[in-house]
């Protein structure tokens, strides 16, 4: 099983809708948990950490279940900018950062 | 703008060139990373340097040899490579090269480096 999965998508969404994704980690031990964003044919970027009580940056809202090894990304109000490909990154103490696959979203106008 | 530069932003190579990629980051971090990312695929880990020394090779092949002459600096050299080896190659630095609870410790990316090779 790969450490850390994703759904790819991709998720098509109306502008203005409210969009999640899930992202599922086999290490029972992973305690640091981000999701970036990668636009086409860019470098990917620290969209936001992850804190154990969940937190929010905006329209976006990052949550931890520990019980169920997941972790979420909320989009509420979703712009044509944030369409892009969400990548969330999980590992635990002394281990390198593990990168999931990517979920692509795209906005429709 | 990014604390993490890399050149050349984009190169073509022939199977018997001998190339290398530039890295250097700005952000007084300790720990570099090169990563391959293939269309359509995840990003793939290949080599992390801790304090210039090499903590990890993920299995990477012996025609991609990396060099870190010190913290701010990442090299990659490329020989003899194949088609396959095409892709986006991305440059990463972090203040420590392992993730622990509570430091904010997270991993910035330079802008990436676009290879084909033919």
């Known amino acids: 099983r790969k450490e850390v999965e994703q759904d790819p998508g991709p998720f098509n969404v109306p502008e203005g809708a409210t969009v999640a994704f899930n992202c599922t980690y086999s290490n029972s031990a992973s305690q640091s948990f981000f999701w970036y964003r990668q636009d086409c044919r860019k470098e990917p970027k620290l969209l936001m950490s992850v804190y154990s009580s969940g937190n929010e940056d905006g329209r976006f809202t990052a949550q931890l279940n520990r019980a169920s090894q997941y972790i979420s990304l909320l989009i509420r109000d979703s712009k044509l900018s944030d369409s892009a490909t969400y990548l969330c990154?999980?590992?635990?103490?002394?281990?390198?950062?593990?990168f999931g696959p990517g979920t692509r979203l795209s906005v429709l106008p | 703008e990014t604390g993490v530069t890399q050149t050349p932003r984009h190169l073509v190579m022939g199977m018997t060139n001998k190339k290398s990629l530039k890295c250097e980051q700005h952000l007084g971090h300790n720990a570099m990373y090169w990563y391959k990312q293939s269309a359509k695929k995840p990003l793939e880990l290949m080599f992390v340097?801790?304090?210039?020394?090499?903590?990890e090779n993920n299995s990477v092949p012996s025609r991609f040899s990396p060099e870190c002459p010190n913290s701010s600096h990442l090299f990659l050299h490329l020989h003899t490579l194949q088609p396959e080896d095409s892709a986006l190659y991305l440059c990463?630095?972090?203040?420590?090269?392992?993730?622990?609870?509570?430091?904010?410790?997270?991993?910035?990316f330079g802008e990436g480096s676009w290879l084909t090779v033919v």
């Open positions: 340097y801790n304090f210039k020394e090499q903590t």
């Open positions: 990463a630095s972090s203040q420590e090269a392992v993730l622990g609870q509570g430091t904010g410790n997270t991993i910035y």
């Open positions: 990154v999980g590992g635990s103490d002394g281990q390198n950062f593990v």
